[in-house]
């Protein structure tokens, strides 16, 4: 059982603005396998990390989490 929780706002988020995670992986250089793995709940992202998700998807930090 994983001990992080699913990011299932940052995958809300990113179908809203109409990203695909390999698009989002691009357009924030983030590694695609990273972002996966936040929404599935195996790792959880830095908050520098998350950050920069955020400028992309123009929300803020606490909108993903």
């Known amino acids: 059982m994983s001990r992080y929780k699913p990011m299932l706002n940052l995958k809300l988020m990113r ?3 109409g990203f695909t ?3 989002l992986a691009e357009k ?3 590694n695609y396998n990273s972002i996966n793995s936040w929404e599935l709940g195996k ?3 830095s908050k ?3 950050e920069v998700i955020a ?3 123009e929300c ?3 909108d993903l989490i």
């Open 55 to 57: 400028k992309v998807l």
């Open 43 to 45: 790792h959880s992202p």
């Open 48 to 50: 520098e990390k998350l």
């Open 21 to 23: 995670l390999m698009q």
């Open 15 to 17: 179908i809203k603005k």
């Open 60 to 62: 803020n930090v606490t």
């Open 28 to 30: 924030s250089n983030i």
